[in-house]
């Protein structure tokens, strides 16, 4: 979508109109605005729920971009209860819970132009690389399956935490870095329906003023230029910074598109609403993702073995460089290509999730390592609580909006009343509105009394949720050392139980990987065969070349000696009558 969308702080110097008009220290801005008393929802339903539902059904990716100075609320935007995050996974399950589908979940930060993984921190080096088919994408970067929102928002809220653990531990402040947590959501109609694929990425990004700090200076320079660069024609190069190369997936103006502002209550600095005023030239036209890992997976099987059988027509040691590194590009995409699977996705998934919680058992965080189902059971009944909660607040001044309304109409039917020579219709239809308005009234406070109860309810389930929950963490915390040990017990039996049918699937791989090397031998074999074949031939008809060539120089030969027999036999000839001539002359 184009245009600016804006979320304000409140505080004196900042006024917030309400024709969408915010004025800063004596300068105006036309923007969407919120005033302070907005809640999150109202915010989500009015600007995101319904681009990222519509993003979600036509398969296309949609970005959110959280900027503005430090302490202005971006992270409580993303992270509150509920925050656009929890209010987006909602909406996401709530569009593929019926459908076979995948969501995976990645959360990144960038501080100094380096990558740090926030669901496995691992001290390893994140790569920004780009595939001529799948596209960009960050080498080593941890994918998380999730299935359910409760789960996808449980995994950014350790991920959270983990990064403030980060900012002691490796020297990255909160505030100097940028953080992309992106949701992929893939879903099919039916089973045998097209693929639907979207991304879903949530950007916060640093302080703009923070621009003259090494950490982000850079960064922030190429991610100011990025709206300028997206009005011309052309699509920007995005390799300035690896925040910029990163946003290509959302920014390259295929993808929609919404940047919020945040002001600090505290501060009288226009930097973020400067910023949020280049945005408002750039138009986007949201496309839709037209991969399928199955039918490309065909494609590149189809390519691998076309290239194959090129190299099998060539001659030995005659077989061209590109040939084979067309072939070795093809073996290569195919491979990313299959890891694109939901199997393999959810194996490696799995495998993810194990490393995590040992990554997070040995920085000592008991809590996360050892969360139980009550757990998430209270964040999800937090979030429905406070959906609640904001419903009943809604309900409630619409129940106050329509009090006024009666008392107002009642006053003015009081008043068309008391005039003399009024007209019945007047005061018919004037009662009419009373009625109506009572009977509005009346729905709305039994709405709003189920609404009441219905948090009464909730909160009672959170109370109780919680009690089992500090019950568990208190047992748990007591008995570390007891759990450990029937842990290792646990593990013991297992391997015992399991005995059996390890060497059984061991038997069965050796077999498999045997009858693989069997067969891989069988077409080396016929490989080398065709060679020393081709060889044969080729040595078969240099032979009959050489014979026709030795034939052809026979036949010459022969043929100049018929002709010098054929001269000197009739040399012969004409010599033995002269001969005769005088053998006659002479016997006479």
């Known amino acids: ?50 681009s990222l539902t519509q993003a979600l059904t036509k398969g296309q990716n949609i970005g959110v971009v959280c900027v503005g100075e ?85 995994i950014f809220e350790q991920s959270t935490k983990l990064r403030k653990i980060l900012e002691l531990e490796m020297s990255i402040p909160v505030s100097e870095s940028h953080t992309i947590f992106s949701v992929s959501c893939e879903h099919r109609v039916s089973p045998d329906a097209p693929l639907t694929t979207s991304t879903v990425q949530f950007f916060n990004i640093a302080d703009l003023n923070l621009r003259k700090s090494e950490a982000v200076s850079n960064s922030l320079k190429c991610f100011e230029a990025l709206p300028t660069e997206l009005q011309g024609s052309s699509i920007p190069g995005f390799g300035g910074s690896k925040l910029t190369q990163l946003c290509k997936k959302v920014m390259d103006k295929t993808a929609d598109l919404l940047i919020i502002g945040h002001l600090s209550p505290i501060s009288t600095s226009t930097e973020t609403l400067d910023h949020l005023k280049k945005w408002s030239s ?70 993810a999730s194990a490393v995590r919680r040992q990554t997070l058992a040995d920085r000592g965080i008991l809590e996360w390592v050892l969360e139980r189902v009550g757990d998430s059971k209270g964040q999800l009944l937090t979030i429905e609580r406070d959906l609640r909660v904001a419903e009943y607040k809604e309900q409630r001044s619409a129940v106050e909006w329509l009090k006024g309304e009666l008392q107002a109409s009642i006053a003015n039917h009081t008043t068309l009343v008391e005039q003399p020579n009024q007209s019945e219709q007047v005061l018919q239809e004037s009662l009419a509105k009373i009625h109506k308005l009572r009977d509005r009234l009346k729905i709305g406070n039994e709405k709003l009394k189920e609404l009441k109860t219905s948090v009464r309810d909730i909160q009672d389930k959170l109370k109780a949720a919680k009690t089992v929950g500090e019950v568990e963490q208190q047992e748990i915390a007591s008995s570390f050392t007891l759990t450990f040990i029937l842990h290792q017990e646990e593990v013991g039996q297992l391997k015992k139980d399991n005995a059996t049918f390890l060497e059984e699937e061991r038997e069965r791989l050796l077999s498999e990987a045997e009858q693989e090397i069997a067969e891989t031998e069988t077409e080396t074999q016929k490989f080398r065969n065709l060679l020393v074949f081709r060889q044969y031939k080729d040595y078969h008809e240099d032979m009959r070349r050489e014979m026709a060539m030795r034939y052809e120089q026979l036949v010459a030969s022969c043929v100049q000696d018929a002709i010098f027999l054929s001269s000197k036999n009739a040399e012969l000839t004409a010599e033995n009558t002269e001969l005769k001539k005088k053998l006659r002359h002479f016997t006479m």
């Open 1 to 50: 979508s184009s245009g600016i969308n804006a979320e304000y702080g409140g505080l004196k110097v900042v006024t917030v109109g309400g024709d969408d008009k915010v004025t800063v220290g004596g300068q105006t801005y036309l923007f969407k605005s919120f005033s302070p008393n907005v809640t999150t929802s109202q915010i989500y339903k009015s600007l995101l729920e319904k």
């Open 70 to 154: 430090s302490k202005s609320g971006k992270s409580s935007s993303l992270e509150n209860s509920p925050g656009l995050i929890s209010l987006a996974a909602k909406t996401i399950f709530s569009l593929v819970a019926d459908k076979p589908h995948f969501v995976g979940v990645t959360f990144l930060n960038v501080h100094c132009e380096k990558l740090v993984d926030l669901v496995i921190p691992e001290d390893r080096e994140l790569k920004i690389k780009m595939h001529p088919t799948v596209g960009l994408f960050v080498e080593g970067l941890t994918e998380l399956s999730v299935k359910s929102d409760g789960e996808l928002v449980r």
């Open 282 to 351: 750039v138009s986007v036209t949201a496309k839709p993702n037209t991969l399928d890992p199955e039918e490309l997976v065909w494609v590149l099987r189809d390519r691998v073995a076309a290239a194959r059988k090129v190299i099998l027509n060539q001659k030995l040691g005659e077989v061209p460089k590109e040939h084979i590194a067309e072939l070795d590009n093809g073996l290569s995409a195919l491979k990313a290509a299959k890891q694109l699977h939901w199997e393999e996705r959810e194996r490696a998934s799995e495998a």
